[in-house]
């Protein structure tokens, strides 16, 4: 409904408005509006801001906010006094820069009172009214007659914004004055020209940290209708007793199980009611999970689309700011994830004043009744993301960035450290000084709420953190002094993560880094009381300053209106004085400390003249205004500042910086007057870094690998460009060259950028690709221990049989080689020779087979008598038996698989015969010659017996030649004898009864007997 009334609101004023309503007008220039003052012009409208006191009314000068201004609408509307000049002799002009982000849904009318200061009471002079509708930026110009003030010091303005033209009343106004520049008024004498800074030192003020429970007290906080919503939200890490309860610390081992989650599920988690303090369960739906993070959402109150931005906002820019630059989180569940619980947190928000945009919870990392056990923070959903159904995210980015420190915080200090949770005020300073780093901006709504604290005014701690007070002063003071710190130290934001590491979790570890950076003699009382000087006179440099960033110079002076005042360790009043007494009951810690607030030159110096600055430059170098402090930053961060010498010349030294950084210049004099600034941009004459590349080989055309982002990379051999191209936006660049190169080249590649810087060359030998040829190789045996052939030249032979190696050898310069195996091979083994040559590259396989050259084993031979047709035996399986008599071939047969064999001869064999027997296997090889006799198996004939009488003393006869003759009675042998060579015998015998039968036999050599003869004795 809003912009419907909003886009209502513009038609009526298109129609009717214009036409009566007297605004200001443009003056051709479409970036500004402007008008000329008439005495007694416009008419003051009614606003809730006191404006009849002159002394409300704060003075501006060039280039000082003078106020940011809410609308109805949220809106901020910012004025910044540009200049107040001379115009011409009758006129003065004001410029008045008004900026915004909002186009046409805000209060768009803008009216400027202006009104002159008679003994203490305010004359109005008239008006100036201007339409900002359509517009976010521009210059407001405002033509002042010379005669409307003269003989005036000041001129006084209230601004106001409202939305109609019949209005009678401002949303909201501001009250400035500035320096009549045509005024001849000697100034008044200094009444009260000094500043005092009383200070209370001691670091006591909040020595142990507090364990009572947080609370939003709306009815002690500063109200003002000026204030953004959020400056009143307060990021809460609640206060746990972790040295009560240091031995329930979650480890991963004690999560016996864990679950694997996944979109979609729901689950019960214990959550904090503010109102109440109490614990409560509510479930939530898993909407997202991420590499880092898991956002649960309670009640639908946001969408899957908002949850997902939560997620990847987090798990893209956040998880890696934060961890990198303060500390890692714990993980006590084991499963890698942060868990984001968001839900309407029950802080009794009720449309207006302070609420939670979240907290964190170090309960949750320790095994107690309403522990969730598991890293998790928890995130408010309604005021923090917007009051209606569209959310609007960005607020709670910020939020996120902020719990995370306290998490990661915990974690270092509790956990990595085994110590104690650091001290609320350095802590929470931390986690919006990762808030700044997230947005990148200055925190102005911490500032704006500095600015109208009533208990910053009097007095409030920084070191104190008071649950029961005026919380948001804490959260004023410990932004604004954390950012202190970085700005005196000098060390960008990396400040942060060494307070954070150091073991010291108070105030201490400031101390440590003051006295590193700062100064080693300062203490740290002596430093609070430099803050809050700082806070007062906003000097451009020295310990009263935030070292010239401007973003600071919003903040206002807290003037003390009482006679005396209790201060709590690290609080402060600020007093106008013009004594310098300090008061002998004062406390201990208390110091007082005076500034003088004379008239200064106001100003400001000219331009410097900087000279050219490259990226191999230490320092810059020009002219400026004589003893000037000249600056130079880089966006908000001061690189470094010198004096002009009384010749104007300056030489600041910087950090080097990187090619197009652009660097602002300017001059404070010493009236602390700040000129306009000079941008250079730093030149590039930084070659790029020496290109990689990868692997080339004879094989390849093209080059690749890395270098500067778009820069030119050229490949050479010697003088010849071989190719070039031009690397991508990620440095990865392909170089296509025009022919091939052999294996050995020295390739030159370097990269050239855009500003003709050329790199170092990088040297890349083209690699050898090309296997060698196939060697050769002779024929190898089973009674060969060498392989030899040829093979590439000094190429490495080698040997193999299946996987196993038998051997190397390098080849000669003619290519020989000789690879002597461990041991001889088989017949019939596959050896596989192959050759690599010194590049790696690997030949095809030349394959052979060892060759049978072993003859099988001497056969074994039964024996074969002079009545055997076979000879048998064993010999090599499956071996060809050959079986001779001289050379004359009697028979052969084939052995079988075991080896036996049975050979027919051709006919039987005469005993005596000398047989010879071989196996031939089927390589050829034949054995040695098994040689045996035909044995006799042949009995002796029946010898021939002569008569045999009683008379006879022998027995004689024929018989075969060389046998034994033996003679019988009965079973008995009687008598032997042997036969002549011709047969003969005659053998001995006793005397014989008649009628005795004599068996005469013989047995020949090989044994065998013959049968017998019977002869019977005769008597005669």
């Given amino acids: 409904m809003g912009y419907v009334r909003k886009a209502l609101t513009i038609m009526l004023t298109l129609v009717l408005i214009f036409p009566t309503f007297a605004l200001a007008e443009t003056n051709g220039n479409s970036d500004e509006l402007s008008g000329n003052l008439v005495m007694g012009s416009g008419s003051k409208k009614e606003g809730k801001e006191q404006y009849l006191n002159p002394t409300d009314y704060p003075l501006k000068k060039d280039g000082e906010l003078i106020s940011r201004l809410i609308d109805k609408y949220k809106v901020t509307q910012s004025f910044t006094l540009e200049s107040m000049r001379a115009d011409d002799d009758e006129t003065m002009r004001m410029r008045i820069l008004y900026e915004t982000d909002e186009t046409y849904f805000k209060d768009g009318l803008v009216t400027l009172e202006f009104f002159t200061e008679d003994r203490g009471s305010m004359e109005y002079i008239g008006s100036l009214d201007y339409d900002t509708y359509g517009t976010k930026n521009r210059l407001i110009t405002s033509y002042i007659p010379k005669s409307l003030y003269s003989n005036k010091q000041y001129v006084y303005v209230r601004i106001g914004l409202y939305e109609y033209t019949w209005d009678t009343h401002y949303t909201t106004t501001a009250l400035f004055k500035v320096q009549n520049p045509f005024s001849t008024q000697t100034p008044e004498p200094p009444t009260e020209e000094k500043y005092v800074l009383v200070s209370n030192e001691s670091v006591n003020g909040n020595a142990a940290q507090p364990t009572g429970t947080f609370s939003i007290n709306n009815d002690q906080y500063t109200f003002n209708k000026k204030l953004d919503l959020n400056a009143y939200k307060l990021d809460v890490n609640i206060p746990f007793d972790v040295e009560k309860n240091k031995e329930k610390k979650l480890k991963k081992m004690d999560i016996s199980s864990k679950s694997l989650v996944k979109v979609g599920d729901s689950k019960a988690f214990w959550v904090t009611s503010f109102e109440t303090n109490a614990d409560y369960q509510i479930t939530a739906k898993l909407l997202y999970t991420g590499t880092k993070t898991n956002v649960w959402v309670h009640n639908n109150e946001i969408t899957s689309t908002d949850a997902d931005k939560i997620g990847k906002e987090f798990d893209q820019k956040i998880y890696s700011l934060v961890t990198s630059n303060f500390a890692n989180e714990s993980d006590v569940d084991g499963d890698g994830k942060i868990n984001i619980l968001c839900f309407d947190i029950q802080d009794g928000f009720n449309g207006y004043g302070g609420f939670i945009g979240g907290y964190f919870h170090g309960r949750d990392l320790f095994d107690m009744p309403n522990s969730n056990r598991m890293e998790i923070f928890y995130l408010d959903t309604y005021p923090s993301m917007g009051f209606g159904a569209s959310k609007d995210l960005s607020s709670a980015y910020s939020t996120l960035a902020h719990e995370f420190q306290h998490m990661v915080n915990f974690n270092q200090n509790v956990f990595v450290e085994n110590g104690t949770p650091m001290d609320s005020w350095l802590n929470e300073g931390l986690s919006m000084a990762a808030e700044q780093m997230y947005t990148g901006k200055i925190l102005t709504d911490r500032i704006d709420y500095y600015n109208y604290a009533t208990a910053i005014t009097n007095g409030h701690s920084l070191i104190y953190w008071d649950n029961s007070g005026d919380t948001l002063s804490n959260y004023s003071l410990s932004y604004l002094f954390t950012q202190y710190v970085r700005t005196q130290a000098m060390q960008g934001n990396k400040i942060f993560k060494e307070i954070l590491i150091d073991k010291k979790n108070d105030y201490q570890a400031v101390a440590n880094v003051v006295k590193k950076y700062v100064d080693p003699t300062k203490s740290f009382g002596k430093f609070m009381t430099d803050f809050r000087g700082a806070l007062l006179l906003k000097e451009t440099s020295g310990k009263y300053s935030f070292n010239g960033e401007t973003g600071f110079n919003s ?466």
């Fill in 555 to 1020: 903040i206002q002076p807290k003037l003390f209106t009482g006679s005396s005042a209790n201060l709590r360790g690290g609080g402060a009043v600020v007093k106008k004085t013009n004594k310098s007494d300090v008061p002998t009951t004062k406390g201990n810690d208390v110091t007082y400390t005076f500034f003088d607030l004379g008239e200064k030159d106001t100003t400001p110096p000219a331009k410097p003249v900087v000279n050219p600055v490259s990226d191999m430059d230490a320092k810059v170098t020009g002219t400026a205004e004589a003893s000037a402090t000249v600056y130079v930053k880089a966006g908000s961060t001061t690189l470094g500042s010198a004096n002009a010498g009384t010749n104007g010349q300056f030489s600041v030294s910087i950090a080097k910086q990187k090619a197009g950084t652009n660097l602002t210049v300017y001059a404070v004099d010493k009236a602390g007057n700040q000129g306009a600034s000079v941008t250079i941009t730093v030149m590039d004459k930084t070659p790029p870094a020496t290109p990689t590349a990868n692997q080339v080989s004879d094989k390849d055309k093209i080059v690749s690998g890395s270098a500067e982002a778009e820069s030119t990379v050229t490949v050479k051999a010697g003088t010849k460009v071989l190719g070039t191209a031009v690397a991508n936006n990620t440095g990865k660049y392909t170089v296509t060259m025009s022919v091939l190169q052999k294996a050995g080249t020295v390739l030159s590649i370097t990269a050239t950028d855009k500003a003709g810087n050329v790199s170092a060359e990088r040297k890349v030998t083209v690699v050898d690709k090309t296997p060698p040829a196939m060697p050769t190789a002779n024929q190898v045996s089973d009674k060969d221990k060498t392989v030899t052939g040829s093979a590439e030249v000094e190429s490495t032979v080698k040997v193999k049989a299946g996987l196993k190696v038998l051997g190397t050898a390098v080849a000669d310069k003619t290519g020989k080689y000789s690879v002597t195996m461990s041991a001889l091979q088989k017949a019939g083994t596959v050896l596989s020779i192959t050759a690599n040559d010194k590049a790696g590259n690997e030949s095809a396989v030349r394959e052979i087979t060892i060759v049978d050259k072993t003859p099988p084993a001497l056969p074994t031979a039964n024996q074969v008598s002079d009545k055997d047709k076979t000879v048998t035996g064993k010999a090599e399986a499956e071996s060809k038996v050959t079986v001779k008599v001289g050379t004359k071939v009697l028979g052969t047969s084939n052995a079988d698989k075991t080896g036996k064999y049975t050979v027919t001869l051709g006919s039987i064999q005469k005993a005596g015969t000398v047989l010879n027997i071989t196996a031939t296997d089927k390589a050829g090889n034949v054995s040695a010659v098994r040689k045996i006799t035909v044995v006799d198996k042949t009995p002796p004939a029946a010898p021939k017996v002569n008569k045999v009488t009683i008379k006879s003393t022998s027995v004689t006869g024929n018989a075969e030649a060389n046998s034994t003759v033996y003679v019988k009675v009965g079973t008995k042998v009687i008598a032997s004898g042997k036969a002549a060579t011709n047969g003969s015998f005659s053998i001995k015998i006793s005397k014989q009864k008649a009628g005795t039968v004599l068996q005469v036999y013989a047995k020949d050599k090989a044994g065998n007997t013959g049968k017998a003869t019977k002869v019977t004795v005769k008597t005669k």
